[in-house]
């Protein structure tokens, strides 16, 4: 599998679907959800954010009743000001885009359903020992999952495996394919019995391997009716 990952996931999993709508980015940072899934959703997990909360702040608008758990130890208030401030002052790109994020994030967090945790997510420090910090329970709730954590997402999947009954969708960002392939196809054969895949997507930023097959995969999963 290791020259056509690409094209077995893709005829083996992918169920498209007209309703899937991107929230977020129009680039890198944003993913396409099914919207009936987002207004259905009592709770967003996100794991990495970075400087870019576009995904986060679309969901957070589309359903007003949404809580948002944001998980990752590169950000903070302070952090995302001083870049955009950076931005303005040495004239480079994107500076409006950074103050936006900066001052949506701050929103998010002031609005009493979003909170943010200062934390590597890793078999350690799992997606249920956060929601349990901030006593936020998953029990009787229909939650949305988001994995964008640069590697880091493999030694999340047994948990979500384990607890895979608590999600109704799940969107990733998954990296180094080109040697980990064999982990996502074992994934998403465990999801399938749930779960279908609505979105596949080539991320060209995470370049290619010596097959052509890419590296870096951005999809969506949907639980099934």
């Not at 709508?21 to 944003?30: E, H, P, T, V």
């Not at 903070?76 to 409006?96: H, V």
């Not at 980990?180 to 074992?186: E, M, R």
Request: proline share 1%; net charge negative.
């Amino acid at each position: 599998m290791e020259n056509n990952y690409f094209e077995v996931i893709s005829s083996e999993f992918l169920v498209k679907n007209d309703a899937a709508f991107r929230f977020g980015s129009i680039n890198d940072g944003g993913y396409y959800v099914n919207p009936k899934k987002v207004l259905e959703a009592d709770i967003l997990f996100s794991g990495g954010i970075s400087s870019n909360v576009e995904f986060e702040y679309d969901i957070f608008q589309f359903n007003k009743d949404i809580k948002l758990i944001m998980v990752d130890p590169t950000v903070s208030q302070i952090g995302l000001l001083s870049k955009a401030l950076l931005r303005i002052f040495f004239f480079k790109n994107e500076k409006l885009r950074y103050l936006i994020n900066t001052l949506t994030f701050v929103l998010m967090l002031q609005s009493g359903r979003g909170w943010h945790i200062k934390k590597w997510l890793s078999s350690k420090t799992g997606i249920l020992q956060c929601m349990y910090e901030k006593n936020v329970s998953f029990e009787n709730k229909k939650s949305l999952l988001k994995l964008d954590i640069e590697g880091g997402e493999y030694d999340m999947l047994d948990e979500i495996i384990e607890n895979i009954h608590l999600f109704n969708c799940m969107v990733f960002e998954f990296h180094d394919l080109d040697v980990k392939h064999t982990l996502l196809y074992d994934f998403l054969k465990k999801c399938s019995t749930h779960f279908d895949m609505i979105h596949l997507e080539v991320n060209h930023c995470g370049g290619f391997s010596k097959y052509g097959q890419p590296k870096l995969l951005e999809f969506t999963l949907e639980r099934k009716i």
